[in-house]
């Protein structure tokens, strides 16, 4: 059986960046109260007139490509992670397969939507069509543009604080060598807590006829509902436990790990990790410091900037995982 490598990284953030001090001038918050409980001291946000959830992924997957030096043509399956579509349907899969000119091919483009967890999902489902060979060379991309739903008011504030845009992607291939590459995937959930961290409106099925009400704008179910709380209690938890199944799964330890990536929740939440795996800092990369928490698209960008930094080399054991909306966590152990 094959197995997958990463063999490029990219990611494009949008130009606009927006830091803790404009955000006080919107609502009622400070840069002091956003960097102690999230480490958040700037996001970026998307220009309208140029940014599309699509378009940001195509930009980060050419740069993947150029990277691994691989033709675009060779791409033959896009996996497209976000919970932030350029549309209701189609995925946002199509539109950058057509942005990449790869429409005349017909390649397969699906979209999943498992938020932050969408990468890793993602990366998982990819891997498991190049080792059954129906794949030789696939994209996977996450890409967010959170700022257009933010409310930005009192009481939505621990909502709009964290969230930011951008786009991370990388290129999957085949290759013969054994233990190289993504040697394991690990995913979960548990719908118990869907509504935790959920958008409600527009659903298509809440005992009503109609999908979209005037009543609806008005009121706080179109924007993010998220019980800060509890997600982060069991973020702490899933984090932990989903790191420690990968590792048993491939007979190593913690201090195996060259390179933990969390997907960027909140730099409290990676602290805690990384005390609790007694993991040196320099083993753990964050990033949310620049980005705020960009959903599918943080750890594709962690990756990038990560190996692009010099912070993956050849032969390392990285570790990813991500929690989130579900709640879904998942890891994901790579030999570089
Ligand atoms: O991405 C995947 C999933 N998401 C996460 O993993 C996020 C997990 N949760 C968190 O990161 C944190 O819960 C938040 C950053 C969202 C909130 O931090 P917290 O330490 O849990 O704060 P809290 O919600 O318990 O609020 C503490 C206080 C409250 O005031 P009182 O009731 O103590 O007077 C809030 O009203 O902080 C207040 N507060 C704020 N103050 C200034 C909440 N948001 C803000 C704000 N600025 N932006």
């Known amino acids: 059986m094959k197995n997958s490598r990463i063999v490029g990284v990219g990611h494009y953030v949008p130009e606009r960046v927006v830091t803790n001090q404009d955000l006080e001038k919107l609502m009622d918050t400070s840069d002091e109260w956003i960097v102690e409980r999230t480490g958040i001291k700037e996001r970026r946000y998307f220009n309208y007139e140029k940014d599309t959830c699509a378009n940001m992924a195509t930009k980060a997957t050419k740069m993947a490509l150029e990277r691994a030096e691989v033709d675009v043509n060779e791409i033959d399956l896009i996996v497209f992670a976000t919970i932030t579509p350029d549309y209701m349907f189609p995925g946002s899969g199509v539109l950058m397969q057509r942005e990449l000119g790869l429409d005349k091919k017909a390649i397969a483009a699906l979209d999943i939507r498992n938020a932050c967890s969408g990468f890793i999902y993602g990366l998982s489902i990819a891997d498991q069509f190049i080792k059954t060979g129906m794949y030789k060379t696939v994209a996977v991309v996450g890409a967010e543009i959170q700022s257009s739903a933010l409310e930005f008011s009192d009481r939505q ?63 706080v179910n179109i924007k993010a509902h998220m019980n800060g709380n509890l997600v982060f209690k069991h973020a702490v938890v899933r984090f932990m436990e989903v790191i420690t199944e990968a590792l048993m799964a491939n007979g190593k330890t913690k201090e195996d790990i060259d390179l933990l990536i969390p997907h960027q929740a909140n730099l409290r939440i990676t602290n805690f990790i990384q005390q609790k795996l007694q993991l040196d800092e320099e083993k753990v990369f964050s990033n949310i410091q620049k980005y705020g928490n960009t959903t599918g698209a943080s750890i594709p960008i962690a990756l990038s900037e990560a190996w692009s930094e010099g912070k993956i080399k050849e032969n390392d054991l990285v570790c990813l995982a991500a929690f989130g909306s579900g709640f879904t966590w998942a890891s994901a152990l790579i030999n570089w």
């Open 157 to 219: 504030r621990h909502v709009s604080i964290i969230f930011g845009d951008g786009a991370g992607a990388v290129i999957l291939q085949a290759t013969d060598e054994s233990g190289k590459g993504i040697l394991s995937t690990h995913m979960h959930s548990d719908g118990t807590y869907a509504e935790e961290l959920y958008v409600r409106d527009p659903g298509s099925s809440r005992k009503r006829e109609e999908r979209l009400t005037p009543e609806m704008l008005e009121g």
